[in-house]
């Protein structure tokens, strides 16, 4: 089981940029998909974007296409997630999730196929 620590969250001004970053333990990630997604309060947990274990596919939900981009460090066992041009609608706990070892190629947009997530990093975009 890979232990997902996520860290950069904070407060922003609405048009400003965070960067944050999954670092992974107990296992490498380097053959896994890796994704982020977010849940904001009384809703559910929904996929921002994804990139899959060779860095070369990546997918991302319409609400954030041109805005966020995802990478990955494999070396390191490091994903991050650049957010540009933020919008108070972007406020969640961000959340990164490991697809271990995935059948597919593709990124996954469903969180039960995903075996391991971190604690989640609070963002929150004022107006």
């Known amino acids: 089981q890979a232990q997902l620590v996520e860290s950069g969250g904070g407060l922003v001004q609405a048009g400003g940029s965070l960067r944050l970053s999954c670092a992974a333990s107990?296992?490498?990630?380097?053959?896994?998909?890796m994704a982020w997604f977010r849940q904001a309060p009384g809703k559910e947990r929904e996929f921002v974007i994804g990139?899959?274990?060779?860095?070369?596919?990546?997918r991302s939900s319409d609400s954030v296409r041109g805005r966020f981009a995802i990478s990955r460090d494999n070396a390191k066992d490091t994903v991050y997630l650049q957010m540009n041009d933020l919008k108070p609608e972007d406020s969640a706990v961000y959340y990164c999730?490991?697809?271990?070892?995935?059948?597919?190629?593709?990124?996954?947009?469903?969180?039960?196929?995903?075996?391991?997530w971190g604690q989640g990093t609070q963002v929150t975009i004022s107006s």
């Open positions: 107990g296992r490498t990630i380097s053959r896994d998909n």
């Open positions: 990139i899959n274990w060779s860095g070369d596919f990546r």
């Open positions: 999730a490991a697809d271990f070892l995935p059948s597919s190629p593709y990124v996954q947009m469903n969180p039960e196929d995903y075996d391991d």
